[in-house]
């Protein structure tokens, strides 16, 4: 059975409504999905509406950002209970933490030259304030366009490399994650909080992607679970190579963890390729997947 437990809504960084999301996801035969939008279940309502129209079972679910004894790492969660009060209050606190995250930024980067209302900005948007949205809203000033676009062939003229039409990496990086100004960091909760909601409202937590930026070393995934943090891992993602597919199955069935799997779909790719996003060659079938009826019934 065709399933995808990692699909990401325009309520956090993804780019399709909820309704969209699951009117595609039906093309593609998906019968069991989870929306995993960051930090907030805001488009979970709309999500579970237009699941029913195609019988497709929609799984609770959230992506969160973590801290391990200082280590950051993601985590997915699966089957809550999302009306709890405690876990409403703490996705609240994520995202008021957020934004001013974000506001102090913003004024960092009209310091540095862009045309920025923080204000105007940040009102487009009620939950979690995404990286990649948050930068549409200031490059849609077409002066910051070309300031931005200025300073990348500076950086690239100073390197001896030719100019190339920016990727949203290189945009990212010129804004959000340079020396002078520093990161623009993501607001963690710490994983041993996080349990102890957990205890209240139930459900599987999975180690989300653990393939990507090298999450997998110091024995991470033991670690995790040895202190009771997830029950799961997920090993179909398109962050994982096929050897870290082969090794994440290992770490699967030697933890008896439940091995998950989601496309991380956000959007498709406006670029001039075959390949437009994780969908265009990677499918999720259940039956490659040990214990998935814990979180899939």
């Known amino acids: 059975m065709r399933i995808d437990l990692q699909l990401h809504s325009f309520y956090s960084d993804g780019y399709l409504s909820p309704s969209e999301l ?9 019968r069991v999905a ?13 999500f579970k509406k237009e699941a029913k129209k195609y019988s497709i079972k929609v799984i609770n679910g959230l992506e969160l950002y973590t801290k391990y004894k200082g280590i950051k790492i993601n985590l997915l969660w699966y089957n809550f209970n999302e009306g709890n009060e405690n876990l409403q209050k703490l996705l609240k606190e994520i995202q008021q933490h957020r934004f001013l995250n974000c506001k102090k930024y913003l004024k960092k980067l009209k310091k540095e030259g862009y045309k920025i209302n923080e204000d105007k900005i940040l009102s487009n948007f009620n939950d979690y304030i995404p990286i990649n949205r948050l930068t549409d809203k200031i490059i849609s000033n077409k002066f910051n366009h070309r300031l931005l676009i ?148």
């Open 22 to 30: 699951i009117r595609f996801i039906n093309k593609q035969g998906v």
């Open 34 to 46: 989870a929306l995993t939008d960051h930090n907030t279940l805001s488009g979970l309502v709309e």
């Open 150 to 297: 200025k300073r990348l062939k500076q950086k690239s003229k100073l390197k001896g490399k030719y100019f190339l039409p920016p990727r949203e990496e290189d945009i990212l990086g010129e804004l959000f994650f340079n020396k002078k100004n520093g990161k623009l960091n993501e607001s963690y909760i710490n994983a041993e909080r996080l349990l102890k909601i957990k205890k209240e409202v139930g459900g599987q937590i999975i180690f989300c992607h653990p393939g990507k930026s090298n999450r997998l070393a110091n024995n991470m995934t033991e670690k995790l679970k040895k202190s009771g943090i997830i029950d799961g891992i997920e090993v179909l993602s398109p962050h994982h190579s096929i050897n870290t597919v082969m090794y994440v199955q290992f770490l699967a069935e030697k933890l008896d963890l439940i091995a998950s799997g989601g496309s991380d779909f956000h959007r498709f790719e406006n670029m001039a390729y075959s390949l437009k996003s994780s969908w265009e060659w990677f499918k999720i079938d259940s039956k490659n997947l040990r214990r998935i009826r814990d979180i899939i019934g």
